[in-house]
């Protein structure tokens, strides 16, 4: 594959192919982020991922289940953290990662 037909392919400046997949990556990264630093710092790394479903359901996936009870007390906060930085979430749920290795 010619490395021009690769950057297009993967350039969401461009409308590629993976365009809309890089966005949504992006977008899921920015919320981490988002909800990360609406925590105590001592809990920013519990988080490993987090997505709004198109229900308006954001769910919120850590690594473990210790973790995922003590951001369960913390749903309001990150529901309210993300709805300030404009994301259309209506609830948050907390799950755990199925990847042990994360």
């Avoid at 990360?36 to 996936?61: F, H, Q, T, Y």
């Avoid at 404009?86 to 199925?98: H, I, T």
């Amino acid at each position: 594959m010619p490395s021009e037909k690769l950057t297009d392919l993967l350039n969401p400046c461009t409308g590629g192919d993976l365009a809309e997949l890089i966005g949504r990556a992006r977008q899921m990264g920015a919320l981490v982020d988002i909800l990360c630093k609406s925590l105590p710092e001592s809990d920013r790394a519990a988080i490993v991922a987090a997505n709004v479903r198109e229900d308006g359901e954001m769910i919120v996936i850590c690594a473990s289940s210790a973790w995922a009870s003590r951001l369960r007390y913390e749903n309001d906060r990150l529901l309210k953290a993300a709805r300030d930085a404009g994301v259309k979430a209506s609830s948050c749920r907390v799950r755990v990662s199925q990847n042990p290795g994360r």
